[in-house]
């Protein structure tokens, strides 16, 4: 515990700003004393009396400094304490476990329940306690001081509450969504021109999810300038249709210009101890989301001439890390002072506000910069970054229904996977959070963030870039190219690559749903050859198995599939199935192996009780899916399939559904109520809730909890097919 946390503040209340200021412990002050001769015994005397009652004040203050600072350690809060003190003190003061339950998850990173006394659960995604403490002595403290203060529009006001008072008012899920503490930061009386000096196209949104007031908006330290008050040298083109905020958004914008935006002053975190290309940063104000991560380590790592990683991550607790399936190769280990000598790039510090920017050395040309953007966000559940760009020839961000070429305008690409038909605007079955921007002069870099949780990715036309994520940490890399194709081969370097696929699967293939017999499925094959049309392979999807079940033929309308994939073979073509990754759960015991075998290696996703989570695709009644990321997943899944070849010599698979896809949304009776099911901030995916058509986000993995793994199912499930 560390007790040089604990600092009684003093309060002073100077033109309309609340400032809070430790106060440093100062021994007491030496007496004055007058010129003392040897002959007067009686000063003397005096002299020695008050050294003896200074020595004893000094023991008196000492005593009560003490009883203070135990009071505070042993009952958690103060009369008035310092609130960037009290943030620290919930991080390091040991939380009481008696109405606490943890839960033992298998793997590397384990969660726990907690319940505060309205019964509502929190569940941390990083495996540490945290509670909501009652604060309602120092939220009355705080109205009473703002009461005499004058108002701001742009004053921050907290939302400390009693736990109680939001145990009887809220709904769990409200309560999992409110803001317990939001920010006591210093207030800000930011002049007008740090708010209407800033450009439309570098506005960057201060409430990206839910209400948007101009009340929200100054609790944030934000400025609130609706686009039909702002004076005319500032309203938009003639060419940009808009509409008054009492008419809703723009029709034609995805997006609206921010209303609500931070300010140019904006304090975030600040550099602590920066050295050899790594320090601290330290936060200076509250962002508004629960958590704020008070102490980040930042590094800069000089991997190799055209690759720099940089990694962003808490001080002190570790937290979900997504994983690659290759370790790159470095050399800045073997030849660090080689690397940073002659790499195409270097790094542009500036402690004062913790921005930074990555450039090209010989162009001088900002790529990856921080500078004057968004302020960086690193709360538990919510992670932003901001850039600006170089050019608006922005590449990448997939998948999605788009032009190659991104708009630039005001427009937002969701990255979570999800059984979607394609739609503009909507997020479909891959996130990847890398992209490529062309520079004025042709040159190419890449830039890819780490990071597998559910994301808002924004652009903006001046042009900038903000990442918005809900977990994990910023571990960014950044790849100089120059070319389209030397940055595409630097980014497989990394997240890996595929092998050298077969000659033949590059021809052309044949697939419809229900050709319902292989008679009409040979018929269909044999009227395209007759037909001169040359083709390589062809497919059946799920109407070929036994009532939708993996890894098993209709044996009555298909009972000719093994002969037929053979007469493919004879004439040089190739077949291939549908495998979903959804295992029927409701066979009876020694009926289907996929399901005994997987029931007895405890290779499923589990629920938060610890059995297989049930969800429904198409098989008949119910539905669970393997953990790709247990160790002995592989194992089961080449099993099944080696069965399967030895039936029907099949070429290879189609992998589908595996975002993953269900038909419900959770298990049967939903997903449980929590931070992990309704975070703070929701990404704008389709279906509004993480567990849309997929399943619960508390549903455990190997590596922890699906809320961190969700977008890496597919991936893994390719490494086991493979």
Not at 6 to 35: C, E, G
Not at 265 to 284: A, M, P, Q, T
Not at 333 to 356: G, H, Q, R, W
Not at 461 to 488: H, K, N, Q
């Amino acid at each position: 515990m560390r007790l040089d946390t604990f600092l009684i503040p003093k309060v002073k209340v100077w033109q309309s700003m609340v400032q809070l200021q430790p106060t440093k412990v100062r021994k007491p002050p030496d007496l004055a004393y007058s010129v003392v001769s040897d002959q007067d015994g009686s000063q003397l005397a005096r002299k020695e009396r008050n050294d003896s009652c200074t020595n004893v004040l000094g023991i008196i203050v000492g005593l009560i400094l003490t009883a203070c600072i135990l009071y505070v350690a042993v009952h958690g809060r103060a009369l008035i304490m310092y609130p960037k003190c009290y943030n620290e003190y919930k991080r390091y003061r040991p939380n009481s476990l008696k109405d606490h339950s943890p839960i033992n998850f298998n793997g590397n990173h384990s969660s726990s329940l907690e319940k505060n006394q309205s019964g509502s659960v929190y569940i941390s995604p990083h495996g540490t306690y945290q509670e909501l403490l009652n604060v309602k002595d120092y939220a009355e403290w705080v109205a009473r001081l703002e009461s005499k203060t004058s108002s701001s529009s742009l004053m921050t006001e907290p939302l400390l509450a009693n736990r109680e008072d939001l145990s009887s008012k809220e709904t769990d899920k409200q309560l999992n969504k409110a803001v317990v503490f939001r920010s006591l930061k210093k207030s800000l009386l930011t002049s007008k021109n740090q708010c209407i000096d800033i450009p439309l196209s570098l506005r960057y949104d201060c409430l990206p999810g839910g209400t948007v007031d101009k009340d929200t908006c100054a609790n944030r330290g934000c400025c609130w300038q609706p686009v039909d008050e702002l004076p005319q040298r500032a309203k938009p083109h003639p060419s940009l249709k808009w509409t008054t905020p009492s008419q809703g958004r723009p029709k034609d914008l995805p997006l609206n210009i921010p209303f609500c935006y931070y300010p140019s002053d904006y304090d975030g975190y600040r550099f602590v101890n920066f050295s050899n290309n790594s320090g601290f940063l330290e936060r200076e104000t509250e962002s508004g989301y629960p958590y704020d991560i008070p102490l980040l380590k930042i590094e800069f790592f000089y991997e190799t001439e055209t690759r720099l990683r940089i990694k962003i991550q808490d001080a002190e607790e570790v937290r979900w890390e997504a994983p690659l399936p290759v370790k790159p190769k470095t050399n800045h280990k073997s030849k660090p002072k080689f690397v940073e000598d002659n790499a195409l790039y270097k790094i542009d510090i500036k402690e004062n506000d913790a921005t930074f920017a990555i450039t090209r050395r010989d162009t001088m040309l900002p790529l990856f910069d921080t500078r004057n953007a968004a302020p960086l966000i690193y709360a538990d559940q919510f992670l932003q970054i901001s850039t600006h760009l170089p050019s608006e020839y922005i590449y990448g961000l997939g998948e999605h229904l788009n032009g190659l070429l991104l708009d630039t305008f005001w427009t937002r690409h969701v990255l979570w996977n999800l059984d979607q038909i394609p739609e503009p605007g909507k997020n479909l079955y891959g996130s990847h959070p890398f992209y490529m921007v062309m520079e004025p002069n042709g040159y190419a870099h890449g830039v890819f963030l780490h990071n597998s949780n559910a994301m808002d990715v924004v652009l903006q036309p001046s042009p900038a870039l903000t990442f918005r994520t809900i977990g994990g940490i910023l571990d960014i890399y950044v790849f100089l190219g120059p070319t389209p194709s030397d940055v595409v081969r630097q980014y497989t370097e990394v997240i890996g690559r595929p092998f050298l696929p077969p000659y033949w699967s590059l021809g052309y293939h044949q697939c419809r749903y229900n050709y319902k017999s292989v008679n009409n499925t040979r018929a269909v094959w044999q009227r395209t050859r007759d037909a001169g049309i040359p083709f390589d392979v062809q497919w059946n999807d799920i109407d070929y198995m036994d009532q939708n079940k993996d890894f098993t033929y209709d044996r009555e309308n298909y009972k000719d599939l093994p002969s037929f994939v053979e007469e493919m073979h004879q004439v040089g073509m190739h077949y291939i199935p549908i495998i979903d990754p959804g295992i029927s759960a409701a066979e009876p015991l020694h009926t289907y192996p996929p399901w005994d075998e997987g029931v007895a290696l405890n290779i499923f996703v589990k629920n938060a009780s610890g059995m297989p989570f049930i969800g429904k695709v198409w098989n008949p009644v119910a539905t669970t899916w393997p953990d790709f990321t247990h160790p002995t997943a592989t194992y089961y899944w080449g099993r099944q399939l080696l069965r399967y070849h030895s039936w029907v010599q099949i070429d290879g698979v189609w992998i589908d559904m595996n975002e993953p896809s269900n038909f419900w949304s959770g298990s049967y009776d939903g997903c449980p109520s929590s931070n992990i099911e309704n975070p703070p901030y929701v990404p704008h995916i389709h279906g509004d809730v993480l567990y849309y058509h997929t399943v619960c986000m508390s549903a455990r993995q190997q590596v922890g909890l699906h809320y961190n793994v969700h977008n890496l199912y597919g991936f893994t499930e390719t490494i086991s097919t493979n």
